[in-house]
């Protein structure tokens, strides 16, 4: 008989970090519950995903141990929201930078005793979060790096630096040359309060070893996705997701090895045609707003009704891993230019004009061997939301199946989606 998924407990740590524990104890055991039924009810998944489950049990336990000793060693753990903040920097100063997104509903209602109920379930979900005391990842970091990429966060920011420090990268909103200056001015100031937080100095030395880090995260995140292009799938959607969700919470080094180890198995799968679904699933590509941990929910109804996912364009997918950072330079001015120009090919929609996601979509679509694209979008996200309408035109163009669809964290549209979406599979399947 197998034992019950659980994620596990450590009230003694919690209660060092001044959580709600008893709040939170619930709210673990549901997750638990929840990771049990949508993953681990799959059928035929990769034996390597068994260090992801892993992962999940110590979700809220060993890793948060691990971001204690890292802070014991007088070394910072640096919260972020967005893709746009070079990591790399965090780990030259020898800190762990962690992603603290909000992807569930429980900690909206913390939020909207403060924040307005009409902005986006990530913003009020990750500051709930904090305001609840209810994650384990937001009390332990020493401070928070947020980012002026649109209203509802940057605005956030200067509440939620009453409950954590909390500093403000500007990103531009367009791509110009002057935009180029002011953004690796931002990459220096951050550079220097890294620097002052963590008494240590960002060196070309200790900045190129951290660039080959984060590169080879990255490098085992396109490997991935590119074994998802084969048909019949090596792994199922679900389980890149919740990969590419880890992503911003495990130890860098360990995450691409372990990551690497997996990919070897489904490259074998490819070569002996296994796959999670038989070849005649439907094949879907996702693009749009992130899914931020534990958001599994669009992925969970495609997937439940015979599709299957074979790639995110979004920042807890590939806009987060599909660029590099040149390993070529070696003096430190070089290196922040590398990495600025890294980071401006982000095409997150803040940005105007924003074609290049448009033909970034139609490539990935391509490369994927999907038969048709959902966009989505969390509710109130504006950028993305009109963003949406170019999307549904090229696609519209290119003849590609399209679904769009706007929704937050909550279960109440969960039948109308499940509706929809049978209808867009109905329409692939002919
Ligand atoms: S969607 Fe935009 S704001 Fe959100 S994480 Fe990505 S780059 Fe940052
Ligand atoms: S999903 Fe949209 S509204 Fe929400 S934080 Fe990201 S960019 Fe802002």
Redesign the pocket.
Known sequence: MTTPFAIKAYPEMWEGLDMDVARFDKARQMLGTAYEKMYLSQSNRPQAMAYFDDLMAEIFGRRIEELLAVKKEGRPVVGT????IPEEIVVAAGGVCVGL?GGSPGSIPDAEKILPRNICP?VKSAYGFKAGKICPYFQAVDFVYG?T??DA?KKTWELLDRLVPTYVME?PQMKKGRDKTLWLEEIGDFKAKVEEVCGTTVTADNLAKAIVVINDKRRALQRLTKVRGSNPAPISGKDALLIEQMAFYDEPVRFARQLNELCDELEERVRSTTGVMPASAPRIMVSG??MALPNWKVHNLVETAGAVIVNEE???GT??FKDLIDESRTNLDQQLEALTDRYMQ?D???FTPNNERVDQVLKEYRASNAQGILHYSLQF?H??NIEEIKIREACEKEGIPYLSIETDYSPEDVGQLQTRIEAFLEQIRG
Not at 81 to 84: G, L, S
């Open positions: 929201f967005c893709v746009y997104c990530m980012e990429t649109c966060k990103i707003t992130p979004s920042c807890i806009r987060y982000i997150c929609s803040c996200c950028t993305y």
